[in-house]
């Protein structure tokens, strides 16, 4: 089990955040609360970036620090990246009531 760090604050979040770069095939514990998560990473995860801590089905909203902060554009698996590629933001659009 490799170390590396990443940001988990609350136990309904859909993504984490990667504390450094990631490397692909390696797995990460994240942690919050009461609840924790293997997960293994699939692509590079660059530091700031997120990654998904459980399978997200595309239409899901996907949470953050306990907010919602997009939806999922097509479904997406447990350790894959979590960015514009595949998330649509719901925040400040004006067009859609979070």
Same mark, same amino acid.
């Given at each position: 089990?490799?170390?590396? =760090?990443?940001l988990f604050l609350n136990e =309904?979040?859909?993504v984490a955040v990667a504390l450094s770069d990631i490397? !692909?095939?390696v797995e990460v514990v994240v942690k919050a609360d009461s609840k924790e &998560?293997?997960? =293994?990473?699939? $692509?590079? *995860? +660059? &530091? /700031?970036? =997120?990654f998904a801590i459980r399978a *997200?089905?595309?239409g899901e909203d996907i949470l953050k620090y306990g $907010?919602?902060? /997009? !939806? !999922?554009?097509v479904p997406i698996d447990v350790g894959e990246h979590v960015h514009v590629h595949? +998330?649509? /933001?719901?925040r400040g659009r004006g067009d859609k009531v979070v």
């Amino acid at each position: 089990m490799s170390e590396y =760090k990443t940001l988990f604050l609350n136990e =309904k979040d859909s993504v984490a955040v990667a504390l450094s770069d990631i490397p !692909a095939e390696v797995e990460v514990v994240v942690k919050a609360d009461s609840k924790e &998560f293997r997960v =293994k990473i699939l $692509e590079p *995860i +660059l &530091f /700031g970036h =997120k990654f998904a801590i459980r399978a *997200i089905s595309q239409g899901e909203d996907i949470l953050k620090y306990g $907010e919602v902060i /997009g !939806a !999922a554009v097509v479904p997406i698996d447990v350790g894959e990246h979590v960015h514009v590629h595949n +998330l649509e /933001g719901k925040r400040g659009r004006g067009d859609k009531v979070v």
